[in-house]
T-cell receptor, first 110, second 114 residues
Framework: RKEVEQDPGPFNVPEGATVAFNCTYSNSASQSFFWYRQDCRKEPKLLMSVYSSGNEDGRFTAQLNRASQYISLLIRDSKLSDSATYLCVVYTGGGNKLTFGTGTQLKVEL | NAGVTQTPKFQVLKTGQSMTLQCAQDMNHEYMSWYRQDPGMGLRLIHYSVGAGITDQGEVPNGYNVSRSTTEDFPLRLLSAAPSQTSVYFC?????????????FGDGTRLSIL
């Protein structure tokens, strides 16, 4: 089983739609969680950290469920500019070792 | 503010050649790392450094060497290039070690080994 698993997609949604991605992780000792965004042929960029109580940043909401070992990202009112690959990233200790999921591709269409 | 700078952006090598991928950051970050990204796989950690003079292996270190003589620079050396090392390489830095600090990535080096 992969340490971090994501549905690769693509998720094709119309502009204005709400879309949600899930990510599961296998190590119950995982400590920190992040969502990164990666545009085609570009470097990953931090979208948001994920806190135990859940957190929101504009149209983006991240949730953590430690009992079920998954994190989620909800995007409301999707924009064309949201089209990208969203990477789930988990930190499990040991220096600064991060484990990246393979990413979920989102395509927002007119 | 330059952030993390990688050179070159593109490189084609022949099998057996060696080369160095350069990475520099101007944010005074302690932690630096190298990842490779291949289709269908997440970013995989090659080597990392928690400070000048200190390096350690990541998940896929074979065929690569690193050194960290200064806080700013963290070059990655391919000793004898193999086709399996064809990939996109990202250098990243973060302010502190531990705690899963957000990473600042360079814009990548696309490397092809023929």
């Amino acid at each position: 089983r992969k340490e971090v698993e994501q549905d690769p997609g693509p998720f094709n949604v119309p502009e204005g739609a709400t879309v949600a991605f899930n990510c599961t992780y296998s190590n119950s000792a995982s400590q920190s969680f992040f969502w990164y965004r990666q545009d085609c042929r570009k470097e990953p960029k931090l979208l948001m950290s994920v806190y135990s109580s859940g957190n929101e940043d504009g149209r983006f909401t991240a949730q953590l469920n430690r009992a079920s070992q998954y994190i989620s990202l909800l995007i409301r009112d999707s924009k064309l500019s949201d089209s990208a690959t969203y990477l789930c990233v988990v930190y499990t200790g040991g220096g600064n070792k991060l484990t990246f999921g393979t990413g979920t591709q989102l395509k927002v269409e007119l | 503010n330059a952030g993390v700078t990688q050179t070159p952006k593109f490189q084609v090598l022949k099998t057996g050649q060696s080369m160095t991928l350069q990475c520099a950051q101007d944010m005074n970050h302690e932690y630096m790392s190298w990842y490779r990204q291949d289709p269908g796989m997440g970013l995989r950690l090659i080597h990392y450094s928690v400070g000048a003079g200190i390096t350690d292996q990541g998940e896929v270190p074979n065929g690569y060497n690193v050194s960290r003589s200064t806080t700013e620079d963290f070059p990655l050396r391919l000793l004898s290039a193999a086709p399996s090392q064809t990939s996109v390489y990202f250098c990243a830095s973060s302010r502190q070690t531990g705690g899963g600090q957000p990473q600042h990535f360079g814009d990548g080096t696309r490397l092809s080994i023929l």
